[in-house]
């Protein structure tokens, strides 16, 4: 098991900034958290949980072309975080943003691969 937990959402008006962090720590079996890949999805209401940006245990990132060039995924081994530097927001970035870990070398956006999810931390963008 790997305790994950997000924070830093909030509310923004449309063309500003925000910034989430993720905590992913140690598992139970030992394996560290620099072995994972790791990535960002998002759910709102009454559609499906999409994958935003994911990244390697090498910090290779791949995004979702709906946020390609506005958001940057990036991860601090040595503080076993993750973190979504979202800029330029837009009213249908407005989700619950999740963090979720899987003992991958790649890094993936399908939610299906992924073994470990945080509670989640709401986004909402205004116009």
């Known amino acids: 098991q790997v305790e994950v937990q997000e924070s830093g959402g909030g509310s923004v008006q449309a063309g500003g900034s925000l910034r989430l962090s993720c905590e992913a720590g140690?598992?139970?079996?030992?394996?560290?958290?620099?072995?994972?890949?790791l990535a960002w999805f998002r759910q709102a209401p009454g559609k499906e949980r999409e994958g935003v940006a994911s990244?390697?245990?090498?910090?290779?990132?791949i995004y979702a072309d709906s946020v390609k060039g506005r958001f940057t995924i990036s991860r601090d081994n040595a503080k076993s975080r993750l973190y979504l530097q979202m800029d330029s927001l837009k009213p249908e970035d407005t989700a619950m943003y999740y963090c979720?870990?899987?003992?991958?070398?790649?890094?993936?956006?399908?939610?299906?691969?992924?073994?470990?999810w945080g509670q989640g931390t709401q986004v909402t963008v205004s116009s």
């Open positions: 140690k598992s139970t079996d030992g394996t560290t958290y620099n072995s994972y890949s």
């Open positions: 990244i390697d245990r090498e910090s290779k990132p």
């Open positions: 979720a870990v899987v003992q991958s070398p790649v890094a993936i956006l399908d939610a299906g691969w992924f073994s470990y």
